[in-house]
Structure formats: C-alpha cells, structure tokens
C-alpha cells in the first residue's frame, strides 16, 4: 500500500539534497542559511512524526527565526544557456511537453483507477490524500522518462529543484504556516468573537440586509483567515442560520453554497491565501512578490468584486423562492 | 475580546512588511497568550500558555505537511526547463496561427473550470502547469503581436496567468458533489439538524460558476486590446 507516508520520506529525502548541495554552492553567500531552511524542513518530513509538539514548535521558530534576519540566500547551481535550451527545444520538439503532461494524467489516472485499485486484498492507496500519491506518481514517471530520455547529470534533477525551490524562498512553506495559524485560532476561538461581533453590532432587519452581511461577511472574515473553509462555520452560524434562513426563511442549500463561493471571492483578494496568491507570484518572478497585494491580486480584486454582488443578487433571487 | 490581538499584530506585521513567516509565529503566539489572559493571571501562567501556542503550532505545522508535498514538482519541472520546456511553449504558440494572449487564458480558463467542475482539481496548478506552460505561451502570444515587451506588460500578462489557474478552479470546484467544500456544508448543516443532498448544494454552484465564466472571460477578452494600449504607451503602464 502507498501511503501518504511514503510521500513524505520523497520529499524529505528530496529537501534533504537541496540542504547539501546548498552548502556547496560558493555563489551564494548565504548558503548556510539555505542548508539549515531546507534540512530543518528535511527533518520535519522525515521525523515530524516522531518529535513532540514542543520540538515541531521549535522546528517553526527555528524557520521563522531564518527567515526573519534574512539569512535565506538564493543558491546558483550550473544551468542550461538561453541559446542552449533554445537549440534545446527546437532539436527535441514537442516531446519535452510529455514527462510534463505526465503529472495529470498520472494524477487523472489515480483519481479514476488506482485509487480504486485493490491488489491481493490490499488497496494500493493508502487512506489519506490519494490525489496527492498520485500527484507524486506522475513526478517520479515524469522524472524517470526525463532521465532516460534526455541523459543530463545525475544531479541535475535535485540541482535544477533547488534553483526552483531557491527563487520561491521561504514564500514555499507559508501556506502551510498559514493553516497552522488557522489551528491556533480555531483553538482560541478567535471565529466565535469576530461572528458575536458581527451579530451583535449589525442591524439586519431586511432580507437584503441580511444577504449582504452574510456574503460580505464571508469574504471578508476569509480574507482575514485567508481561507473560506475557516470563515464558514462562523459566518453562518452568526448570520447565515439565525438570520438569512432562520428569519426570513431562506433554503439553507442555496444560502450556504453561494455563501461558501462568497468567501472565494475574499480568498482571490488575500495575502492571507499564500498558496494561490503569493506562491505563485514567487514562482513567476514578479517584481512586487513581497507586498502585500501583489500583481496577481491586483489582477483578480476586479473579478473577486463583480462575483461578490452577483452572488448577493443570486442569493437575494433564489434563496427566497425555491 | 483580546483573542482578536492576534489579527490586529497579523494586519500590522503585513503593513510593516515584516518577514510573513515571522509575523505568523507572533501572531499564534500573543493569540495564544491572549486567551489565557484575564486580570491577576500569573506572569508564569502566561509563560506556559506560549510554550503551549508553540507547541499547538508545532502539531499542526506537523498534520498539515501534505501542503508543502507539492514542491516535489520542482525537479522535474527544472529538469525540463533546462531542456528547454518553456521555448518549447513559446515555439508552439508563435506558429500557432491567432492566438492571442486573451484567447489562450480563455482557453485554459475553461479546461481548467471544466476540469475542476468534474473533480479534477490536481490537473492544473501554479508550478506545474501556469510556470512551465501557461505563462510562457501567453508571453510568447504577446511578444508576437508587440516585439519585446515592456517589463510591465510582460509582468501583468504573468499575473494573469496565475489569476486565471484560481479564479477557474474555485468557481468550478463546488459543482462536483465530493469536493472539500461541499462536504464541509453538509457536515455543518447536518450538526444544525438540517438534511440535505451534496448534489443540492452542487447544483447551486452553477449559476456562480456561469457568472464567473461570463465576467472573467469577458476580461480576458478585452485583455488583448488593454494590452496593445498599454505596450503603445510605456509611460502609463503601470
């Protein structure tokens, strides 16, 4: 059976090799920051399992602290010229798109036969997160037809990773920070106060009124949270329940799934969602990576807000009558 | 109310431009403290409830790992690029007859919605497919009807690459009837006492995903006109 486990020994395996040949790269004058950043990580999937949650605590201020004075550098293992990849390209053609395309369709694969796969009595997925075992699958078919194909250095494939891995920094493990984040105030209740405050200081004495503080609510408590998932279960049992279905009798189907979508719209405006918006402004070079609204949201701030009141006009519309 | 320091020290650390993963730890931390807070509560009390915060971050840093299982990615992708995968997109898009940096977000828009809507969300993705394919082709798109182009142009076309891969997948994700989401309003409705069918919620996704479809397409639409506009006058590109 694969399990998730399996995943997490590749990975740290595979942040283990960035933290080594971090240390020898001489071009980059930080280089023991970045062996320490990636074999802290290194150490979290190998043995996270097996410390305690002081030192998995600990772990974090250690990356926090790296991360803070700035002691990630960024590594500049030998590459490929531009001239190079572009003969590169027009010598091999379009099949360089298929150890690529290789990671869907693997992925494809394990969601709609592998997963389902039970091999002497024994699934073939473990339990947790099969889309991601698969996603893993397609990496190490699309790795293996790589090197088979194109011969490079045996090193290449880690050394080219790092150079990725590098110019995404400690942006790569702030999704994840985030979530952990989300733990600590799910903990602390902080979602209890901010819907008390919301259904104790508004004035929602229409439908309409009530539709909008919920939806704007909804994004807005998502866009604090950085993830709609969080911001549900406070905003519909302070506005969503008691008010929008409860009082003035809106279907609870209706009024939840476009409140869910509502918060979506907080998601696409949020520094807070790391993975969707600051990842890849990281992975794409953009020049205002760093502030907090960077190119990417600015670009979907005008979406997010037209969806945000056609949402408040379907729920007004269609909550009501069905 | 003091729970709510912890958002105040999050927005302010943000606004300072402090180091995020810093300011998250802070955050956790005085968020942690601040529930622990009342008035006469032991300075030693407050200690352990920060040892405890660090500890509660630590077990959910440790469950939540599988977040950061997607940089395994990064190998092969790389291995590609110095083999040159991304001017292997451009090539294909600049003998690529009409197509427009508009016309190609457009297109991945609706595999990725469509995609997305039938529960197939891993089939797209930032460092799997907008780095390596998308963004390279919709840079190449442009350079063929503008030459080289302004950083500004060049970083806005990016940026839309990676709007397009979110706004697809979040606005097609809840019609499929097994999402995250949608079990997570049938989970909560149910502990409310009320029943009802995934495929009900699903089914009201739809109008939303139309919506987005209809506005966003629209905006990519006129994207390529927006562009040329803002290649013509360098000055006011930003």
Redesign the interface.
């Known amino acids: 059976m694969i399990t998730l486990q399996w995943l997490y020994i590749f990975a740290g395996l595979t942040f283990l090799a960035f933290a080594l040949l971090s240390a020898g790269d001489r071009a980059n004058p930080k280089r023991l920051g970045n062996t320490a950043f990636w074999g802290l990580l290194a150490v979290s999937f190998l043995f996270g399992s097996y410390l305690s949650d002081l030192a998995n605590g600990l772990l974090v201020v250690a990356l926090a602290v790296i991360a803070g004075f700035k002691w990630l550098g960024q590594g500049k293992p030998a590459t490929t010229t531009g001239e190079e990849r572009l003969a590169s390209a027009q010598r091999r053609g379009d099949w360089l798109f298929v150890p690529a395309l290789l990671i869907p369709a693997v992925a494809l694969l394990g969601a709609l036969v592998l997963d389902k796969t039970v091999i002497f009595g024994v699934p073939l997925f473990g339990p947790e997160q099969p889309t991601l075992i698969a996603l893993g699958l397609g990496v190490a078919a699309g790795l293996a037809l790589a090197m088979a194909w194109l011969r490079p250095p045996v090193l290449a494939p880690l050394q080219e990773g790092r150079r990725l891995m590098d110019a995404v920094g400690w942006a790569g493990v702030l999704p994840q920070m985030l979530a952990s984040l989300g733990a600590v105030f799910v903990i602390a209740g902080v979602g209890d106060r901010i819907g008390e405050l919301f259904a104790t200081y508004l004035p929602l004495d229409h439908r309409l009124l009530a539709v909008i503080a919920y939806c704007v609510g909804m994004a807005l408590f998502t866009f604090i949270m950085g993830n709609a998932f969080a911001a549900f279960p406070v905003m519909t049992a302070a506005v969503g329940l008691p008010l929008v279905v409860g009082q003035f009798g809106g279907d609870p189907a209706i009024v939840c799934a476009i409140g869910m979508l509502s918060g979506f719209c907080g998601t696409l405006t949020t520094p807070m969602a790391a993975n969707f918006n600051v990842v890849p402004a990281a992975l794409l070079d953009l020049p205002d990576r760093e502030a907090p609204f960077n190119g990417v949201i600015r670009v979907q701030v005008p979406t997010a807000g037209l969806i945000l009141v056609i949402n408040i006009a379907l729920m007004y519309f269609l909550a009501f009558r069905f | 109310?003091w729970?709510?320091l912890?958002?105040a020290v999050?927005v302010g650390g943000?606004?300072a431009?402090?180091?995020?993963?810093?300011v998250?730890?802070a955050?956790?931390v005085v968020?942690?403290v601040?529930?622990a807070f009342a008035p006469g509560v032991s300075p030693a009390a407050l200690w352990t409830a920060a040892?405890d915060?660090?500890?509660?971050?630590?077990?959910?840093?440790?469950?939540?790992?599988?977040?950061?299982?997607?940089?395994?990615?990064?190998?092969?992708?790389?291995?590609?690029?110095?083999?040159?995968?991304?001017?292997?997109?451009r090539?294909?898009i600049s003998t690529a007859r009409g197509a427009t940096t508009g016309r190609i977000l457009l297109a991945y828009f609706v595999l990725r919605q469509v995609s997305a809507a039938l529960?197939?969300?891993?089939?797209?993705g930032?460092?799997?497919?907008?780095?390596?394919?998308i963004?390279p082709m919709a840079e190449a798109a442009a350079e063929a009807r503008h030459g080289d182009l302004p950083?500004a142009v060049r970083?806005?076309v990016?940026?839309?690459?990676?709007?397009v891969?979110?706004?697809a997948l979040?606005?097609g994700e809840?019609i499929f009837i097994a999402i995250?989401?949608?079990l997570?309003?049938k989970g909560?409705?149910e502990a409310?006492g009320?029943l009802?069918e995934p495929l009900?919620?699903?089914?009201?996704?739809i109008?939303?995903a139309i919506?987005?479809l209809l506005?966003?397409g629209t905006?990519l639409v006129l994207l390529d006109r927006s562009l040329a506009r803002q290649v013509a006058a360098p000055e006011a590109g930003r």
Do not use: C
């Open positions: 109310m729970v709510l912890g958002i999050l943000f606004v431009r402090l180091n995020p993963l810093a998250i730890l955050a956790a968020t942690g601040a529930a040892l915060t660090i500890a509660a971050f630590g077990r959910a840093f440790n469950d939540y790992r599988y977040i950061s299982v997607i940089w395994l990615v990064l190998p092969l992708i790389g291995i590609l690029e110095r083999y040159g995968l991304q001017e292997r997109a090539i294909l529960g197939q969300t891993k089939l797209g930032h460092p799997q497919m907008v780095r390596p394919l963004a950083d970083y806005r990016r940026a839309h690459a990676a709007a891969d979110n706004i979040f606005f809840d995250a989401s949608i997570l309003i909560f409705l409310n009320i009802v009900q919620l699903s089914v009201w996704a109008p939303t919506a987005a506005v966003h905006r």
